[in-house]
């Protein structure tokens, strides 16, 4: 991965703000809790053993929380990011490079307080931040374990359908906002994740998310403490959503205001999706594009960074 040359670097009728899980009308509180906490609004009640299209369970499931060294340099940095890893997920991305914990749920379950000593303990490791991916489907539990910071920069790491209720439970506690803008194409988006609302959700809770964080700060060794870094994988033969989505942003965020990372790594996994890699002449073409828009801050993935070997095992790292 490079940085970009010259540049720096329906209904919810109550709400208990404090674990985003909602009582809907006419259900008593004591006797029903209705999760709402993502677009999706399944209305299960997780606590009594239901789940939703995430599979979750209520109580958070990690199936790894260990240094990663992947990901951008501004959060990776020189000691590696404090990566824990969620199982259960809000999308249903068919191209999923980690389906083996976003498809089922496998890992270890943990409460607010057992979140917390988790962090405390990947912070003594010496990385750079704590890294939450795809805890979504947690983030009630997440937001309490957090009312103790860790003491480092958190990271919100997520595919970026996220209700704005949820982020606003969540504000304060997060440094670092690292969504995915994985479509401008709703049909697509249904297509290939199941999502057919996803552009107008992901496009309000990123504006809500660079609201929150402000613009993007960095502390004296280029890591990233505060802002919004938004990710987007080029889809092999879907090169007009990657433009659409590269004007989203140069519409929506002036430099500084948030950062873009755009990515080549897509590789296919057998379960759908496009069944190639992204050739050198379309990443060309996108990454053209992005420069021609005048976006100039953040990242250019290397084509040849589409290694499967940077998927990390998930066998429980961490979590003994
Ligand atoms: S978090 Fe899971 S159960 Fe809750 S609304 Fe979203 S997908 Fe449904």
Known sequence: MSIIPNLTSRSLVFTDSHNGIVKTEGIGYNTSMKCMLCPRLCGVDRKAGETGFCAAPAQPVVARAARHDWEEPCISGSRGSGAVFFSGCNLGCVYCQNREISRSIRGKRLDAAGLRELFARLRDTGVHNINLVTATPYADV??????????????????????????????????????????????????????????????????????????????????????????????????????????WFADAFHKGEAMLSLMAQYTPNGYGGPERRLREEEWREVSDYLYMLGIRSGYVQELSSAEAEYIPAFDGTGLE
């Open 142 to 247: 997440v937001a309490e374990a957090l009312e103790v910071s860790p003491g480092i920069p958190v990271v919100w790491n997520s595919g970026g359908y996220e209700r704005l209720e949820t982020l606003r439970m969540l504000e304060g506690k997060i440094d670092v906002y690292l969504p995915d803008m994985k479509y401008a194409d709703d049909a697509l988006a249904m297509a290939l994740s199941g999502a057919p609302d996803y552009f107008g959700t992901a496009d309000a809770a990123i504006r809500e998310m660079a609201r929150q964080t402000g613009p993007c700060r960095f502390d004296g060794e280029g890591l990233m403490t505060g802002g919004v870094l938004v990710r987007h994988l080029v889809l092999p033969g879907f090169l007009a959503n990657s433009k659409d989505v590269l004007e």
